[in-house]
């Protein structure tokens, strides 16, 4: 079975600091999807950004990167210029063969003006 | 267009009662799914539906929950008879499996709380 580790529960940075938050995984699938969702007070997950495994080049959207390391299995994600609104927790997944979401346990970001 | 949406967003009953949760999928999406959300911790698959076939409910507790998509559109979940530990943010979310992406498109879920 697929696990999706996150090793820091929380996490603050001041107003456009970067910050990276880490995501470790386990699986013995060649192909999978691997995600960051954010997760605001709402409860709404909304998808920050995306990597398909096969992909050697790192995703990126705007001030959203990520490190795919897939030898090692692991999967960061970095927050350039961080923004008040960036405030909420993220969520590492996991998507292979099963076509169902596996999540980490969550990481709480917090940015202070 | 309107996003996945689900009712009610917050429901407080007593251990032992019935409870249902209603959910309407991105018109057009053909994969449901629901999950439930502990405090603090992530999400956890439930059941998926491809149209209106159950095809992974392996997680699903059985004896007290259960789940139909009636003409692959809606979808309620229900639990009966409720137990305390089954107070948590439960999650629906719908995609578009054949196309090119994956993406699951989530609701704002219902909080459940058994007191």
């Known amino acids: 079975a697929q696990t999706v580790t996150q090793s820091q529960p929380e996490m603050s940075v001041q107003e456009a600091e970067t910050v990276t938050l880490s995501c470790t995984y386990d699986?013995?699938?060649?192909?999978?999807?691997l995600f960051w969702y954010k997760q605001p007070p709402s409860r709404q997950m909304i998808l920050v950004i995306r990597q398909e495994a096969y992909k050697q080049q790192n995703a990126t959207e705007n001030r959203f990167s990520v490190n795919f390391q897939k030898a090692a299995k692991s999967f960061s994600l970095k927050i350039s210029d961080s923004q008040l609104g960036d405030t909420a927790m993220y969520f590492c997944?996991?998507?292979?063969?099963?076509?169902?979401?596996?999540f980490g346990q969550g990481t709480r970001l917090t940015i202070n003006p | 267009e309107a996003g996945v949406v689900q009712s009610p967003r917050y429901k407080i009953i007593e251990k032992k009662q019935p409870v249902a949760f209603w959910c309407n999928p991105i018109s057009g999406h053909n994969t449901l799914y629901w999950y439930r959300q502990n405090l603090g911790q992530g999400p956890e698959l439930l059941i998926r539906y491809e149209n209106e076939e159950a095809v992974d409910d392996s997680q699903l507790p059985k004896d007290r929950f259960s789940a139909e998509r009636l003409k692959g559109v809606d979808s309620t979940l229900k639990i009966q008879p409720a137990e305390l530990g089954d107070s948590a943010v439960y999650l629906c979310?719908?995609?578009?499996?054949?196309?090119?992406?994956?993406?699951?498109?989530f609701g704002q879920g219902t909080r459940l709380t058994v007191v």
């Open positions: 997944a996991f998507e292979g063969g099963a076509q169902k979401l596996v």
């Open positions: 979310a719908s995609s578009f499996e054949g196309g090119q992406n994956t993406e699951a498109f």
């Open positions: 699986t013995s699938e060649n192909n999978y999807y």
